[in-house]
């Protein structure tokens, strides 16, 4: 696959009424299935009882009528997806939202993020004789708020102080007997925002298209380093971690990994990437007849570049909605480039035309190699390429998979180089500078673009905490 | 659903050599699984034994890797894909391809149509003691070529005799030991295209990207009447039943049927639904901000008209693309409206905006309306919608489910009462006389519109054949 | 498997009242899955129309709660369980109750043995132009029926004048829409009993233990050549074609297939078989120390050997009763005789003594090398078997699976060799006289011995017919 | 359910060779299945990486071909069956064997039996900020071994300190990165026997059945008290705590729990079961025809009271092979009594008979009630049951489900109200003196009787721990 993958997805909702609250979880689940598609979990809360399921899968296979309705009545619920390698995934499960019972009661923690100081702590807390029954950041967390839970007088309280240790990416929903926390970590890498329903629900989620899943009204984001408690009494910010540090929002999360319909800091996506595509028109103009995306990603800063530039847009590649988890790939090799099962270019659109061919990104340049051979094929006579984000040249710590930097094509070739391998005629990334001003509500220092320019908004990760971000890249070469 | 369903899509492959043909039909039918989402099968010949499966579902999930290769290897091969009512499916299988056994060997029959003397001719068969195992047009047409067979020299003879007494639409794949026969009705309702492999295999299907699934070749289309034989010698055309009538090619398959990168009968898909638009534009046009299509079937159509009439085009509805088979539609009735999981409006592209909304088509109307209380919900000021083809009026005898006029919409309303109902504020259709137009290699003269102006190319059917389109029907209403 | 295997079971229900007939067939395949594990189906008569499912698998597999309720409720209906060659079951589905439409409304077939003069009947339909969905005996024998409707009162006159073109073994219960009809060959070679249960429902089936499973009384068999009707004015009984030909009921049936709780033709099969078991030690003394029987079917024939000897019964060796089919076998084929997971032997029992081991007969011989293998290794000094059957050695045409002499192993050698290649003291089988005397309440006459002795109670099949025995046997070679 | 259950079955292997030895546990397993039907797992240890897969169901439907060779070679493995409530095993997974991370590493957990200081190590734990994501033994018991394994110079010295604070029924596989370590409670609890492989691997089981599975050679016992340690020098035994308290070895384990043909510290349980049937004769002589068995745990006793008492032994009963998880019960309570699937009289062998029917306990007494109705409908003229252990009169809380005296028949009634309640002509217990006889080669002091003779061999659970056993009971109350 080359493609990064988000690591997570998180909801919540409480609810003054007792209800079949698993519902919601689920549709909300269905919306936010683009930012983790390896396990999901919902987690129901009757009245101190926890009731929850988690398994590897999507949602629609992993919840069936039968386990929805398994889950029962209650009045406060989370949910989680989740994206993870698979090499371990049987023995080890970090699926979520964990489920653990302590001294003073029992917690729920759904969680999108990555910790910097993940090895640190853990290894602190096994010197204290505590085990561990998975490799996720979520237990850890767990651990750290049950420890301040010993000594203050409520879960938020314990939240709050747990925030001083966790250093890191993390977005959380955490579900009490009686409250749901959400707290958002102080650079807010990952987007959390909430919002209510009209009878009075309220509900917090990682992005606002599953606040419109289950027909709620988006209030706001949470901010960053700010914490929301959901009760009886309502709704209750605490904001004594907020401005600690410069907030950092992943600029990715705009052009790739939130869904179009989203509504991430103030900005709607959408835009972003249509304001992607005209800078990028600004940036790269080139003579051509039809602007074209790779769909999905690529469809919205595509129709930016057409409206910018002038050159008409046109659908390219359409891709085969039947393709999902079962299909069993070609495995005669030799006729791979030939079948075109997957993604088929439209001849009547790019036949002896010049095209213009967008997409978000590109890792490794193999998937872009074979999509320029396919438009070749299908008779376009010159393919100029334009990304609609800046060249990946460093590894992320916050949440996504851009892992290591052997493996990125960008850092290991020179422009001109990708543009001779992946067979196109011209090749045009976005600057830097323009990647910060997609998102028209959002200032342009408010974003971390550390992969692009190696600016890291925290220290790196050392020791073994180090050694874990490079242990994933492994196993994932490993496959 | 308010959607129109297509009945079949039918493919066959002849090789010189013996391989895992199985694979090249899963390929096929799955880039062919928009015209039937029922039921799937495929048969393999290995040197007249003929390996089979079929079963309800979609192609995907039927066909497992140990499935695929449990149907081994052989020269020739032929698939299925099937919509049909799911009700009567448990008890009657009408699964496709059948498999026959006869006095002088074997058949397999892929089939894609509608028999308007079905009832007439299974009347007679029953008469000479013929037994059904289905109610499917399939056992029928195997009946009748077999019948054909006892006095024939060879298979395709029989196929040719059959022709003069099956009345309607039908696009056949028939495979025999040795041979594979193509054979598309003299009024050529249907699409059937054939193409070759690199390797010399001869290919035929409903669509032309089919061919391009197995990385085959266009080389024509089936024309209406002719008989093609695949076998050891070669591809071979036996005309005798072209120009007897006038042709009839069902002309939705332009605007909604067929897939975008199929070309049928010599016009791309694509280019006639953009045209459609185009024609739109200048039969309807309305001053407003934004033109966007319904995912997905009126994209193609908004991008034609937003180019002819210079307003943008744009994104302003997304579909849930992890949304299948296993979703758990909402229960609570009185929510179902707020609870937006398939569809959510992207309200940064319509708010505040006057949206041209482009659709291929309404049939009853529910699923506009809802779509228009969406766009409104996300802020549009003016919805003004334009539909790709004309009204429906007429129920259709040639394979899709246009079954009856008391559930067409535009059958029971004025167009004014039609925005009235689906709260549009202006309404628009495409003429009688532009539909003909859209497909750019084709003669105005070559369609059957039957649904729109009834004119009937045949005579429509009566008595018994007759009410088995009203039996249909009620068993839809029933659902 | 070193087993032989039945070939099918039937079961068919009439009610006056309207109900959800499904269950209680589905309780009867369950008492009748001994009789066939690879497919069942079936078919609930509401008002003429059938509703049924078939399918590949064992009854709990195949049937979930929605299957059955799927099928509603009617006033009558018909079942069946099937063994059958897996090779061919995926291309070529004889799963049974067949349902067929003709001229003068519907048939549903369930049909136990096999016919003789398959291959003429079916080549003589093949020449009037039918054709074949199956290779099976219910798709010749519906069309017989259907040929002779033509020109019948009745259905049940249609069956009657069928059985004058069937030959060999055949029990049969057809479902019409009003009626059940219910039929046994003129030998009577399978068994066929009839009963009623407490609210005046007629059941037919063929074992008594399913009239058990649905609390029906035994009323008593159907008599070779005799036809029962089963409808709204109770249940009538056809005997023109009882008596023209010498009884022959399987003997093999009391040995073997039919469920020891089941009463055959009047004499119970738990008697018959420590009957066996009592003639055998009769014909076969031996000094030894304890009886053991293989499990399961081993069992009654040695608790009947050790009361007539006096020689005391011990349970030997003990069968693992959460095998099934989902059970992987070990791979290593060195360890393969190491490990004991299917079969244990109890040491307790066997250790330091003397073992009379009883089966019921000896196939191929592989298995009883292993359990024999099995005792030695568990220290029993001596082992004595006794099989509670005549050696086979010649091929079975009436519906069981002994296909050729060459496989047989007593065929090929003497008993003294054979007794050497599975490894025990001594063997003895029972006499074909004594055998014929098993069943008390029977006429010793009136059995099938050919597998024994080679008198067949009808001509042998030859041409194409014998030529379909010796395919059977080769499909099952190829296994 | 009026049967009782064990809780678990634990299996543990270490080998000097690298193998496969997943599919070696899957075989023990099989084995162990009637220990434990909930839940299933397996650890393979592969030089410290430990790939592990648990889930609920069967063994032979938890793993598939693909799961156990997911989990890859190894030198070490550990496996678990369990029996659980089902209630709450969506929310809270008690799946063994528990796999956790320390911060010397890691440790694999197989457990059977019951801790009665549960709740209070439980409290202490959680006092210190230890967290818990399950209500299972196996989590306290890692808690335990790691609190000491943090001062200890090894896993084994671990383990031996924690036996300190450990109360109640406990046999222990425990598996780290090196070694195996296999532990067995001071009294002696629950069974746990070890043995060794031709290649010299060593392997530890719950019950000798599972070292005949794997090709294993029994070499004893772990004694109560007693440590074993397998790791690359052989079998090391640590006996610190042998003899610290008398041995109480559960006698039920003879009765009913362990498989016919396994050996219980060095009692052969078919022997005993024989045995016990030979007390109930001389305690409770009746003159009658035939003895017969309840299948499939009452059979041994059967045929130890027939050749006691010198009635005929026979088979009354016969129940149906192929009723598994699947089977759908009867829906229609007014007909159940009559349909007689899962069980069915053999009439042949009662019918006109006085009847001993030997069961090995009767808990509730509605299925004895059910039992005694089909035998006298099939025709007995007299029914003596007698039961071949004492009446249960106290809860267990050392591992089986005997949870609460209310629920206890023989709590409740006298012996002659119970033999009216099931409806038999006498009814004879055997005594608490008998019982501790049935083991041939072991002490009759050396066993647990107290839920018969309410003589604990430790002080009964108190407090929060107490509470435990009344919730399970509740639990269950609830299904």
Same mark, same amino acid.
């Given at each position: 696959m080359d493609k990064l993958r988000e690591e997570c997805g998180v909801f919540g909702i409480f609810s003054k009424e007792r209800s079949a609250l698993a519902n919601d979880v689920y549709y909300a689940l269905f919306a936010l299935q683009h930012r983790g598609q390896s396990s999901c979990g919902i987690v129901v809360n009757d009245d101190g009882v926890f009731n929850s399921y988690?398994?590897?899968?999507?949602?629609?296979?992993?919840?069936?009528?039968? %386990? =929805?309705? &398994?889950?029962?009545?209650?009045? +406060?619920?989370?949910?989680?997806?989740?994206?993870?390698?698979? *090499?371990? /995934?049987a023995s080890r499960s970090n699926a979520q939202p964990l489920v653990v019972d302590h001294v003073k009661g029992r917690l729920a923690i759904a969680h999108n993020g990555s910790l910097i100081n993940y090895a640190e702590l853990r290894e602190e807390l096994e010197l204290e004789g505590k085990i561990f029954q998975s490799?996720?950041?979520?237990?850890?967390?767990?651990?750290?708020?049950?420890?301040? %839970? =010993?000594? &203050?007088?409520?879960?938020?309280? +314990?939240?709050?102080?747990?925030?001083?240790?966790?250093?890191? *990416?993390? /977005?959380?929903?955490?579900?009490?007997?009686?409250?749901?926390?959400?707290a958002r970590d102080k650079h807010g890498f990952r987007p959390l925002c909430y919002g209510t329903t009209e009878r009075g629900d309220f509900v917090a989620a990682?992005?606002?298209?599953?606040?419109?899943?289950?027909?709620?009204?988006?209030?706001?984001?949470?901010?960053?380093?700010?914490?929301?408690?959901?009760?009886?009494?309502?709704?209750?910010?605490?904001?004594d971690h907020c401005g600690e540090v410069k907030k950092s929002l992943c600029v990715f999360e705009f052009v790739y990994f939130a869904r179009p319909d989203s509504v991430v800091d103030g900005s709607a996506v959408h835009i972003a990437r249509q304001r992607a595509g005209a800078f990028l028109a600004l940036e790269h103009p080139v003579n051509a007849d039809v602007v074209i995306g790779v769909p999905d990603s690529g469809i919205d800063a595509a129709i930016g570049y057409a409206r910018q530039s002038g050159?008409?847009?046109?659908?390219?590649?359409?891709?085969?909605?039947?393709?999902?988890?079962?299909?069993?790939?070609?495995?005669?090799?030799?006729?791979?480039?030939?079948?075109?099962?997957?993604?088929?270019?439209?001849?009547?659109?790019?036949?002896g035309k010049r095209v213009i061919l967008i997409d978000d990104s590109i890792v490794r340049g193999t998937t872009s190699a074979r999509i320029v051979k396919l438009l070749r094929e299908a008779g376009a006579t010159e393919i100029h390429m334009r990304i609609s984000s800046p060249p990946f040249l460093n590894p992320c710590y916050y949440g996504t998979d851009i892992a290591s930097r052997d493996v990125l094509i960008a850092h290991n070739y020179s422009i001109e180089e990708i543009a001779k391998i992946i067979g196109v005629d011209s090749l045009?990334?976005?600057?830097?500078?323009?990647?910060?001003?997609?998102?028209?509500?959002?200032?342009?220092?408010?974003?971390?673009?550390?992969?692009?320019?190696?600016?890291?908004?925290?220290?790196?990760?050392s020791g073994r905490s180090r050694n874990r971000y490079d242990r994933k890249l492994s196993e994932k070469e490993g496959n």
């Open positions: 988690c398994d590897n899968g999507l949602v629609g296979d992993v919840f069936t009528t039968e %386990r =929805l309705s &398994s889950l029962g009545e209650g009045n +406060a619920a989370v949910g989680h997806v989740r994206y993870g390698a698979e *090499a371990g /995934s490799d996720g950041d979520a237990e850890v967390i767990a651990y750290e708020i049950i420890r301040q %839970r =010993l000594t &203050s007088k409520s879960i938020e309280e +314990a939240v709050s102080r747990a925030m001083d240790r966790l250093k890191g *990416a993390y /977005s959380l929903v955490v579900m009490s007997p009686s409250k749901i926390v959400v990682s992005e606002s298209c599953a606040l419109d899943a289950v027909g709620a009204t988006l209030v706001g984001d949470v901010e960053p380093g700010e914490i929301l408690v959901f009760d009886r009494n309502g709704c209750r910010s605490i904001r050159i008409p847009y046109g659908v390219g590649l359409l891709k085969n909605k039947y393709i999902g988890r079962t299909f069993i790939a070609p495995v005669q090799k030799v006729r791979e480039d030939k079948v075109r099962i997957k993604l088929n270019p439209i001849a009547s659109t790019v036949a045009g990334y976005l600057s830097i500078e323009n990647v910060k001003k997609i998102a028209d509500r959002c200032n342009k220092d408010d974003f971390c673009t550390a992969c692009f320019d190696n600016i890291y908004p925290t220290e790196e990760p």
